[in-house]
């Protein structure tokens, strides 16, 4: 197996003279994996981008969390806030999504305004 029995300075070494490197993404808050009907959605995930001959791959672990096409979080905005403002308002997702973008993702904010708009 290549790479066995060498050191991690080494192996770095080796790696930068093939034209590979491998750093870490830092302050992803969320991915998100969308296929025909399921969204797989990363809350957290450790990111990390390796760079081969100026070609980017992105790798990620953490645990999804797997929600029906279109029910994910918008990215940045806490499940519970639009929970919170759909069960105080009765409005749809959608419009609670849309109310809390446009209180920069306050929950009282977004209830006011769909209560009184």
Request: glycine share 10%; aromatic share 4%; proline share 7%.
């Amino acid at each position: 197996m290549a790479g066995r029995g060498m050191n991690p300075r080494q192996m770095k070494q080796a790696m930068r003279k093939m034209g590979i490197s491998n750093e870490p993404m830092r302050g992803v808050t969320q991915v998100i994996i969308r296929t025909a009907d399921k969204e797989y959605v990363f809350d957290s995930p450790d990111v990390n981008i390796m760079t081969v001959q100026g070609q980017k791959t992105y790798q990620f672990t953490g645990e999804p969390a797997e929600m029906p096409l279109g029910e994910a979080a918008a990215p940045g905005m806490p499940e519970e806030d639009i929970e919170l403002v759909m069960s105080q308002t009765g409005c749809g997702r959608d419009a609670a999504i849309k109310a809390l973008e446009e209180n920069d993702g306050q929950p009282a904010e977004a209830i006011l305004q769909i209560m009184t708009g």
